[in-house]
């Protein structure tokens, strides 16, 4: 759920849009949804197992400096929270993400589509 610590991020639109997964193997929407801030997958390759059309996360972050942002994201599919930082410099994004109080991460690039 995204509260008054996430108002920097629900108000800056350099985080909104469409955006391409670095690996190429989906495209995301971050919209606002329901008074939170969301990712969506909106195209997800044929084949790539655990993702489909339609899978979102629910982000809770704050900033922590001129692009940077932390805090947390919440998806429901898998009932999983991780920890996330996200960094954004034109039109590319950088998400770093964790789980199990951060034994297992995940970064991956972003490039805006539209």
């Known amino acids: ?14 985080f909104f849009g ?4 670095g690996d ?25 197992s655990g993702e489909k059309t339609g899978d979102r996360l629910t982000l809770n972050i704050s900033s922590a400096g001129p692009a940077d942002w932390s805090g947390s994201a919440f998806d429901p599919q898998r009932n999983l929270t991780y920890t996330m930082i996200v960094r954004v410099a034109d039109n590319h994004m950088m998400t770093d993400g964790c789980v199990i109080g951060g034994l297992l991460c995940k970064s991956m690039s972003w490039t805006r589509l539209n």
């Open 24 to 48: 190429g193997e989906a495209h995301i929407r971050i919209e606002r949804c329901s008074g939170q801030v969301c990712a969506i997958n909106t195209w997800v390759r044929s084949g790539v």
């Open 18 to 21: 469409e955006r391409a997964r």
């Open 1 to 14: 759920m995204v509260g008054a610590e996430s108002s920097a991020f629900a108000n800056d639109p350099s």
